[in-house]
């Protein structure tokens, strides 16, 4: 059984709940991580869930999502996922976080206090096929009007987390 660690809207731990569990009734606050992986082409790393997950199958999202165990850190979780889902190494950096709420069907709510990472690499993935079905590399550009005109296909944490990393990198360029 796995679990997520509930946290406080400052972060602050406060338990720990299966994390079915969490995702029930509205959702209670927990941790979480969002990695967005990009190439030296400054394409975006995406993924199309499994159709076998247990809520949004088959949506497009970032590079890798997930929550860390208890115990473990944001940054270390973030690098095990993308290997466990991606196959793949690649050193991550914290660059914001940041709270929300998506309802992601079947009665479930994503409430998260969310950690969003990004990484640089090069190569092709070889993803966990219980997490991933499909993968690509994107320009931001082509995924920003992929995402306005056919939002259904994406994730809803992604639809609301996507436009901020955007600024971000964006900030950089002024």
């Known amino acids: 059984m796995e679990y997520v660690v509930l946290v406080d809207k400052n972060d602050n731990e406060i338990g720990i709940e299966e994390k079915l569990k969490a995702h029930e009734n509205g ?3 927990h941790r979480a ?6 190439n ?12 076998s997950k247990y809520h949004a199958p088959g949506l497009w999202a970032n590079t890798c999502c997930s929550h860390p165990r208890p115990g ?14 991606m196959g793949f190494e690649c050193e991550v950096k914290e660059i914001f976080s940041l709270i929300y709420k998506a309802y992601v069907g079947k009665g479930l709510t994503e409430y998260e206090y969310d950690h969003i990472f990004i990484g640089y690499w090069e190569g092709k993935p070889k993803p966990n096929p219980e997490e991933v079905c499909e993968w690509k590399w994107i320009s931001l550009e082509e995924l920003k009007k992929d995402v306005r005109k056919n939002p259904k296909k994406y994730a809803p944490w992604f639809r609301i987390i996507l436009p901020k990393v955007v600024e971000y ?3 950089f360029n002024r």
């Open 169 to 171: 990198l964006n900030s």
């Open 27 to 29: 959702g209670k606050l």
């Open 40 to 51: 030296s082409k400054g394409e975006l790393l995406i993924q199309r869930r499994a159709l």
């Open 33 to 38: 991580i969002s990695v967005f992986v990009f």
């Open 72 to 85: 473990e850190s944001v940054k270390d979780a973030a690098k095990r996922r993308v290997k466990e889902e």
